[in-house]
């Protein structure tokens, strides 16, 4: 299962938002490896679709 479903499901944010608020050193060697790794995954850009829900679900856009 890909790490964006489990923070989705449980934080309901997406794996980005949940990296930023993590620290930036863990007292465990195996956190800090896991999160380094998944920090230096590639994520994948943004479509242009993607951009406009989102941009629709804040309200950003003219009626």
């Known amino acids: 299962m890909p790490l964006s479903a489990v923070a989705a499901a449980v934080t309901g944010k997406r794996d980005i938002e949940l990296l930023a608020g993590l620290p930036e050193r863990f007292t465990d060697d195996r956190d800090q490896q896991a999160v380094s790794l998944f920090r230096l995954s590639p994520t994948p850009s943004p ?5 406009m829900r989102q941009a629709d679900d804040a309200g950003r856009l003219p009626d």
Not at 47 to 51: I, K, N, R, Y
């Open 47 to 51: 479509t242009c679709a993607d951009l």
